[in-house]
């Protein structure tokens, strides 16, 4: 059972920073992409940051700037840092992964449970 553990979330003033991790678990073959999402009340699901195993990354337009992805191969985890953080950015944020499990299996996403970040004073 592949399982995706986010980690990081809480309470932070505007302007403040947080540091999201994402770790999956061992039984994995290979990892593509990683990325984060977030879904605030009443809205639908929206890509914040996605990278590839090669590094190459995506932002959505609204974090950049500000948001930084990055990833741990060796230890299949990926973080977000996030900066100047705004009201705005509150949300559940999920961990996503497309992940292959053995060598014959093809790559599935998989998400995490979510972790709440709230930017208020």
């Known amino acids: 059972q592949v399982q995706l553990v986010e980690s990081g979330g809480g309470l932070v003033q505007p302007g403040g920073s947080l540091r999201l991790s994402c770790v999956t678990s061992r039984n994995i073959f290979s990892i593509n992409v990683m990325g984060w999402y977030r879904q605030a009340p009443g809205k639908q699901r929206e890509l914040v940051a996605t990278?590839?195993?090669?590094?190459?990354?995506n932002y959505a337009d609204f974090v950049k700037g500000r948001f930084n992805i990055s990833r741990d191969n060796a230890k299949n985890t990926v973080y977000l840092q996030m900066n100047s953080l705004k009201p705005e950015d509150t949300a559940v944020y999920y961990c996503?992964?497309?992940?292959?499990?053995?060598?014959?299996?093809?790559?599935?996403?998989?998400w995490g449970q979510g972790t709440q970040v709230t930017v208020s004073s």
């Open positions: 990278m590839t195993s090669g590094g190459s990354t």
């Open positions: 996503n992964a497309r992940i292959s499990t053995s060598r014959r299996s093809s790559f599935s996403g998989y």
